[in-house]
Structure formats: structure tokens, C-alpha cells
């Protein structure tokens, strides 16, 4: 009987620590999306947590430093300075005129410091507009191999 009280002990400790575990991991990573607008009005405990802002890069606005990439995002009109001070490399996509999406977080002086950085280029992934041959209204060519 006591091999069973010990048994069931250990196992609830086990699964209370899991559960502990799991509920730490996803409080650490969970991280809130806001537009570049909505940075000035937040206030508080907002300011100290690691936030999403998404938005385009500002052509001309790229710039290779020591240790970091700084950058500015627009959005309505908006725009957002920008410091990637992260370990990865940045994304093949990441240039002038591309939707990018930053993780990080707001200095006092109001630049964001981003940790990770994605982007993507949506006229990369656009379908090439179809041009018609001579001598066909579909675009199809009529002409046997």
C-alpha cells in the first residue's frame, strides 16, 4: 500500500510540474499585435512586454550597423524606427517596399528594438500577368509541336 502512496505522489508532482512549466512557457512567449498607431497610447505594463507591430519598410530606409539592422516600418501614414538587434539572419525578402512583421520591444525613447523580424514581398507570389499570342483571342498558341 505505501509502494501505491508513493506511486501516486510522485506522479501528481510530476504532472503539477508539467503543468507549471507549460503554464510559464506560454505567458513568456505569449506576445500581443498592435498597429504602429496604437504604440503612443500605450501605457504601463504594455510598454514592458514584447509586442508585434507590423507594417511596410520605408524605401531607403535600410541600414546595415555594427550588431544591428535599423530600419522604419509605415503604416497609414504612421512610421515606426526600428532596431533588429537579433542572432538570425534577416529574411531574403526583406528589402525596401516589403510587409514585415517585428517582435520586441519599445525603448522609452520610442524606437523599437526587434529580436525577430519577418517579411515577406507580396509581388513575389503575384501570378504573372497572361499575354496573348498573335493570332489567338485565348492566349493559347494554335500551333502543333
Known sequence: ???????AIGAGII?????CLAWVGAQQSKTYYHTISELPTLTGASL?????VGGDVK????????GRVDFVLVEQGKDLSVSYV???PLPDTFKD??????EGKVTPDGRFVAET?????????EA??????????????????
Open 1 to 7: 500500500m505505501k509502494s501505491k502512496a508513493k506511486f
Open 15 to 19: 504532472i503539477v510540474t508539467l503543468f
Open 48 to 52: 514592458h512586454q514584447r509586442l508585434r
Open 59 to 66: 524605401a531607403g530606409s535600410i541600414q546595415h550597423l555594427s
Open 86 to 88: 537579433g542572432t538570425d
Open 97 to 102: 517596399g516589403a510587409q514585415c512583421l517585428v
Open 117 to 125: 523580424v519577418q517579411a515577406k514581398c507580396a509581388s513575389k507570389y
Open 128 to 145: 504573372a500577368p497572361a499575354q496573348a499570342q498573335p493570332g489567338s483571342e485565348s492566349g493559347v498558341s494554335d500551333r502543333k509541336s
